[in-house]
């Protein structure tokens, strides 16, 4: 395969990469292998969201399978993922129920500890709002096609809740400030 790229290959690769159809793309560049579409695209800088292939359900897995397509790197890689559930529910709701538990799963075992500790460091005690507010945040900007006005937004949204929290206990944080600075004080 040729390993030189001319100026129409660079143009296909920089004009249809991201959104092409896998498939429909490599017919484009018959002269050139996954690796070194991947390998290119990598060095400009573009990156492919991953494709999905197929979605059904599976009587003898009992559940909804999703096949999708991922770029990493300069491989692609093909995944099945597994969604136990009963004959007739839909993907949709399956695929929600999932997301949803572990998303719990994440913000009970790993989020909601090191937000505590983020908080504390800056002397500041955790409040189960503030501590929720960071996660709706991180939940809405976790994407990498979040727009600049919803970052804005979901900014605003927390700012809001901190400043509100945080107001309504002005006074509780700042003895608590003070003791906190006493007793470093003290230890040292």
């Given at each position: 395969?040729?390993?030189?790229?001319?100026?129409?290959?660079?143009?296909?690769?920089?004009?249809?990469?991201?959104?092409?159809?896998?498939?429909?793309?490599?017919?484009?560049?018959?002269?050139?292998?996954?690796?070194?579409?991947?390998?290119?695209?990598?060095?400009?800088?573009?990156k492919?969201?991953?494709?999905?292939?197929?979605?059904?359900?599976?009587?003898?897995?009992?559940?909804?399978?999703?096949?999708?397509?991922?770029?990493?790197?300069?491989?692609?890689?093909?995944?099945?993922?597994l969604?136990?559930c009963?004959?007739?529910?839909?993907?949709?709701?399956?695929?929600?129920?999932?997301?949803?538990?572990?998303?719990?799963?994440?913000?009970?075992?790993?989020?909601?500890?090191?937000?505590?500790?983020?908080?504390?460091?800056?002397?500041?005690?955790?409040?189960?709002?503030?501590?929720?507010?960071?996660?709706?945040?991180?939940?809405?900007?976790?994407?990498?096609?979040?727009?600049?006005?919803?970052?804005?937004?979901?900014?605003?949204?927390?700012?809001?809740?901190?400043?509100?929290?945080?107001?309504?206990?002005?006074?509780?944080?700042?003895?608590?400030?003070?003791?906190?600075?006493?007793?470093?004080?003290?230890?040292?």
């Amino acid at each position: 395969m040729a390993s030189h790229w001319t100026k129409g290959e660079l143009e296909i690769l920089e004009n249809h990469f991201v959104n092409l159809e896998w498939e429909k793309f490599l017919e484009m560049l018959p002269k050139k292998t996954e690796k070194q579409i991947l390998s290119r695209a990598k060095k400009l800088g573009l990156k492919k969201e991953d494709d999905l292939i197929g979605r059904y359900y599976d009587d003898e897995e009992g559940g909804w399978v999703e096949k999708t397509r991922s770029f990493l790197g300069d491989r692609v890689m093909t995944m099945s993922v597994l969604y136990p559930c009963k004959k007739g529910t839909t993907f949709e709701f399956v695929h929600q129920a999932f997301s949803d538990h572990v998303s719990q799963v994440y913000y009970e075992t790993i989020f909601k500890k090191k937000c505590i500790d983020f908080i504390s460091e800056y002397n500041l005690e955790p409040h189960e709002d503030i501590i929720n507010a960071f996660f709706e945040f991180s939940k809405k900007t976790f994407s990498s096609n979040v727009s600049k006005a919803e970052l804005d937004d979901a900014s605003k949204e927390l700012a809001e809740v901190v400043t509100m929290v945080y107001t309504e206990k002005k006074d509780e944080i700042e003895a608590l400030k003070k003791e906190r600075i006493g007793s470093k004080k003290k230890r040292k």
